[in-house]
């Protein structure tokens, strides 16, 4: 049998190695949530939901990941970083106005059927990450958002058509 001296010795050892693996693991952010070429510059949002984009959608789907502390502890750095990398591949509302009009509309398409699915935001970060869990009217604020959208930007682009 180990005593209490040693086992504590191996906790320490084992926190110490948590502890560096996760300094060296530290998520990375290469902007801000608003700039140039953020979504705001093309679509029309209103506060509400502005805000409910920024708890539930942003830390995976913008160029500023908000992480919490324990965020960045391994093993959950692991799961956030994939998330973010992948989520910001697919979909980043920091840059959406740089996107063809064909994309933002396929991405508007998208975010509305995400949501009705309740596929968005992933369950794991909801669960880890409680204020990012959306209610069925910021949920719908959102659906009704993108639909109206892609309304905005095919008028937008009909407008430009006729000059
Ligand atoms: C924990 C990170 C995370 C959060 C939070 C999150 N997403 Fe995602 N999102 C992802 C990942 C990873 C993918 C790609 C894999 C997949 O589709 O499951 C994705 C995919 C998507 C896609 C699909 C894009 C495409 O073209 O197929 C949309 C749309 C989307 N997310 C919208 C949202 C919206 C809107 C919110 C907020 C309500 C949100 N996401 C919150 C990580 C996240």
Redesign the pocket.
């Known amino acids: 049998m180990m005593n209490k001296k040693t086992l504590t010795y191996i906790a320490v050892i084992l926190l110490g190695i948590v502890g560096i693996a996760s300094f060296l693991d530290d998520i990375n952010n290469n902007g801000t949530w608003y700039g140039a070429n953020d979504y705001t510059h093309v679509i029309q949002t209103d506060s509400t939901v502005q805000k409910?984009?920024e708890t539930?959608?942003?830390?995976?789907?913008s160029n500023f990941t908000n992480a919490v502390w324990y965020d960045n502890l391994v093993p959950v750095s692991f799961l956030?970083k994939?998330?973010?990398?992948?989520?910001k591949?697919?979909?980043n509302f920091s840059e959406f106005a740089s996107y063809s009009l064909k994309k933002q509309k396929?991405?508007l398409h998208?975010?509305a059927?995400?949501?009705e699915e309740a596929?968005?935001?992933?369950k794991?970060?909801?669960l880890m990450?409680p204020t990012?869990n959306?209610s069925t009217s910021q949920?719908q604020a959102?659906i009704d958002w993108?639909k109206n959208a892609i309304q905005q930007l095919e008028q937008k682009a009909a407008q430009k058509n006729q000059n």
């Open positions: 409910s984009i539930a959608c942003l830390d995976c789907h956030i994939h998330h973010v990398e992948e989520g591949h697919e979909l396929h991405k998208e975010i059927e995400q949501l596929e968005m935001p992933i794991s970060y909801v990450h990012a959306l949920r959102i993108s």
